[in-house]
């Protein structure tokens, strides 16, 4: 059954990858995943009740993301309903790609750190929707906005849950976490978009005006900048409830999303109600992607499972065992390793598994604030640009915008090695300075 587990993982993985070949969505394959590697292992003898507790476990868990992930679709959904972002697009004229390229990049590794990668990476495919027509266009700058997301979430205390995992279990603090991050994350940028600097070619055409209908021309300026500021506002106020209450970000954000709410209802109240029905929640909410969270909890689901049922412990332990930890190359080769897996399978089970191996001990590579926590953090916040389901980033921006799997493998994958790597020898190179 252990191994059995592991085959139905890989195949519902190519499932998922070879979704346009099959002509099965993505996210039936992903939902057929998760269930079936639960039932089979209950089948392996599992005690029916310890499964019962790990999966609800598990369940807690997802549904934080899942409702987290709601809320902030729904915000900017709401944003976008009002034209709000067409306050920054407005001011962005532009229609060279590259040019255009390196501002968004750039916006979304400064704001990922603020917010963090998941949200960054569904505001953004919203700004290059008003941006750019041309779909393979738009798919290659949602491939560059995943890798600024996970490189601008890596070195931020809240920019990624597993950052956020190590430092709120004390492995690291939020001043090494910068400093030492900070410019690694920056070469995991550079590199692709230097490569892209000189190999994209062409020009941007915007979409389409819709003309305008009644309902749009009712609304004003104001309430465009209105329904911005709070929505940004909403999504910025997540980390600080985070950091002041110390409970989970989908409490936040689902504070936020009503608070968004009030406003709409009080921006169109005097307005006839099929206006107040298009502009408000109830009306948008409708336009949520739910096939892209059905995927989320499918693949989250999966990996739950391989999580409980020790796979992935086991695979942790092996890298120990086989590589060794004892010195800095083989820190250096464990710790990228875990971030190419991340790719593969979530990177928050691979680096609680590393929590869970190894003790702070003074003196040591794992001493706290020391060199394998903060490593770790920067290659698992990170590797997972690889694939496009490597990350929380990567999954919404293949949801919302339909990448395929197969497509981000082979134009992007490229980058985002040619950046993770690039990343690990500045930390290298960092480190060799400081240390000597």
């Known amino acids: 059954m252990y191994t059995l587990m592991i085959a139905l993982f890989v195949l519902g993985y190519a499932a998922i990858a070879f979704e346009h070949t099959i002509k099965i969505d993505k996210a039936a394959s992903a ?90 990476s569904i505001v953004m495919v919203s700004l290059i929707r008003k941006l750019i027509k041309d779909q393979h266009m738009r798919w290659l700058f949602g491939g560059v906005i995943v890798i600024a997301a996970n490189s601008g979430g890596a070195w931020s205390p809240i920019g990624d849950v597993t950052t956020t995992m190590l430092w709120i279990g004390g492995y690291v603090s939020t001043g090494n976490i910068i400093s030492y991050i900070f410019l690694p994350s920056v070469a995991v940028l550079l590199a692709p978009l230097l490569y892209l600097t000189f190999t994209l070619k062409g020009t941007i055409n915007r979409p389409d005006e819709v003309a305008s209908t009644s309902s749009h021309n009712s609304i004003s300026q104001r309430e465009k900048t209105t329904a911005l500021l709070v929505g940004v506002g909403g999504l910025l106020f997540v980390p600080v409830f985070k950091t002041v209450t110390h409970l989970p970000p989908f409490m936040g954000m689902m504070l936020s999303l009503g608070i968004m709410w009030v406003v709409t209802d009080l921006l169109h109240r005097r307005k006839n109600a099929e206006t107040r029905h298009e502009f408000g929640v109830l009306g948008v909410i409708r336009r949520i992607d739910t096939p892209s969270v059905l995927f989320f909890l499918g693949i989250l689901l999966a990996v739950a499972s391989l999580q409980t049922a020790g796979q992935l412990r086991d695979l942790a332990g092996i890298l120990d065992t086989s590589i060794g930890t004892s010195t800095e190359s083989g820190i250096y080769l464990v710790g990228g390793i875990i971030g190419l897996l991340s790719a593969i399978v979530d990177n928050v089970p691979l680096v609680a598994a590393a929590m869970g191996m190894y003790d702070m001990i003074p003196g040591t590579f794992f001493a706290h604030d020391d060199f394998f926590w903060k490593y770790l953090a920067f290659t ?57």
């Open 31 to 120: 939902l057929i995943t998760g269930v079936v590697l639960w039932a089979v292992y209950v089948f392996s003898g599992a005690d029916i009740h310890d499964t019962e507790h790990h999966l609800l476990e598990h369940l807690s868990e997802i549904a934080s993301i899942l409702f987290f992930l709601l809320g902030a679709m729904t915000i900017v959904e709401v944003v976008d309903a009002h034209e709000g972002f067409s306050v920054i697009t407005d001011r962005i004229r532009t229609s060279k790609p590259v040019v255009l390229l390196w501002i968004l990049a750039w916006l979304t590794f400064f704001m990922s750190a603020i917010l963090d990668n998941l949200t960054t």
């Open 380 to 436: 698992a916040g990170t590797g997972g640009s690889v694939l496009i389901i490597g990350s929380a980033a990567g999954v919404a921006v293949m949801g919302l915008e339909r990448i395929p799997f197969g497509w981000y493998l082979k134009r992007i994958s490229f980058l985002a090695l040619l950046g993770y790597f690039a990343g690990i020898a500045v930390y290298a190179i960092q480190r060799w300075i400081i240390f000597g």
